[in-house]
């Protein structure tokens, strides 16, 4: 290995497998580790060293770190809503993670670290109403981050500010706000809202029996940033002066209705919805305000969630479809 490799910690992952994708394509020399064997991997890329580590452990971190330039760390234990809020104490167990990600990196002396963090460390009380303005950065304090996931990813974020301040570590920090898009967790229990819409609309329409549950009133709203926009943020973020962690997300905000609404016109078919007011369902109101992105990198999430949908229906339909293929 050269040492302007990248490592891509959780790699084997939905957004870490297009990112990795992404550099190979730049000619970047790329190392990509994730704990689950390959051949559960979203996208497994043959150009890259790919390696099977479990990164908890202080060791494995040594050995995906060793001779590399740059770190984007994805790896973390999660999902969505439904995986988060019945999970605490494995979500947190990711501080192990990024703690000795970023020890093994100091001590390599890498040259730059990346964190993915998320809007799960926002307080909970600037997301109680479904029409909300967008959180601003400085709206993760005073801390009252999600329980359990949004806690490890604040307590993280820190640990990458005091390594930078402390240390020297160059470190960056984006806070994500819902990715969705192909090859990424669809079914299993540890997929998200776009996903899981996506997936209960097609097997509706590929059933005939057209009732779909929807979790929570369809009331509360998010904002989904396609997969596309999500890599070339965290690029540019990564290349950036932007040393605070800064939002990486759409700022077109949806009703969970309204997301079923388009994944219904896109399918040709109507839903009846069944709602579910026990399952998970998070905050009411989230949505990314995009000022200091805007501000730093001139730039901000632009896909629209109607072309990004399509796009990712399509792909969901095909894996059920080729999981079951008779008609
Ligand atoms: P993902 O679950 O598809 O990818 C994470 C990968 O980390 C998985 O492949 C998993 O096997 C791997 N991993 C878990 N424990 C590991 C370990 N001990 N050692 C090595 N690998 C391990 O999730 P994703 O959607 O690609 O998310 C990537 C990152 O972005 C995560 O840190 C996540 O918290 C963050 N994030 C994602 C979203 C989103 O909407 N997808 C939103 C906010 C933040």
Request: negative net charge; aromatic residues 8%; glycine residues 10%.
């Amino acid at each position: 290995m050269s040492n302007d490799t990248v490592v891509v910690a959780g790699g084997g992952g939905f957004i870490g497998g297009h990112l990795v994708r992404d550099l190979l394509s730049e000619g970047r020399r790329v190392r990509s580790v994730d704990i689950k064997p390959t051949s559960d991997w979203y996208q497994v890329h043959n150009d890259a060293e790919n390696l099977v580590l479990d990164l908890r452990l202080a060791e494995a971190c040594r050995q995906a770190v060793a001779g590399c330039a740059d770190v984007y760390n994805l790896a973390s234990d999660m999902g969505g809503m439904g995986f988060i809020e019945n999970n605490k104490a494995l979500c947190m167990l990711s501080v192990l993670i990024n703690t000795h990600m970023l020890q093994e990196a100091q001590n390599e002396g890498v040259r730059r670290f990346f964190y993915s963090s998320s809007a799960c460390v926002y307080a909970e009380d600037k997301q109680t109403d479904p029409d909300n303005p967008g959180l601003k950065e400085s709206d993760a304090y005073p801390a009252m981050p999600e329980d359990g996931y949004g806690w490890e990813k604040l307590f993280s974020e820190r640990m990458c500010r005091h390594f930078r301040e402390d240390f020297g570590l160059y470190t960056r920090t984006a806070r994500y706000h819902n990715v969705y898009g192909p090859n990424g967790t669809w079914d299993g229990g540890r997929e998200k809202a776009p996903a899981a819409i996506s997936r209960k609309v097609a097997e509706a329409k590929l059933s005939g029996n057209h009732e779909i549950e929807v979790w929570g009133d369809g009331e509360q709203t998010r904002s989904f940033m396609y997969i596309d926009d999500c890599v070339y943020g965290t690029k540019a973020i990564f290349d950036s002066h932007v040393l605070e962690p800064i939002n990486l997300g759409s700022s077109e905000m949806v009703t969970i209705n309204q997301l079923v609404d388009i994944v219904e016109d896109i399918a040709g078919i109507h839903v009846e919805r069944k709602y579910d007011l026990s399952a998970p369902k998070g905050v009411r109101g989230r949505n990314s305000d995009n000022t200091m992105i805007q501000e730093q990198l001139g730039w901000e999430p632009s896909t629209s969630l109607r072309e990004g949908l399509e796009k990712t229906y399509a792909w969901i339909f095909d894996q059920i479809v080729a999981l079951d293929p008779t008609p």
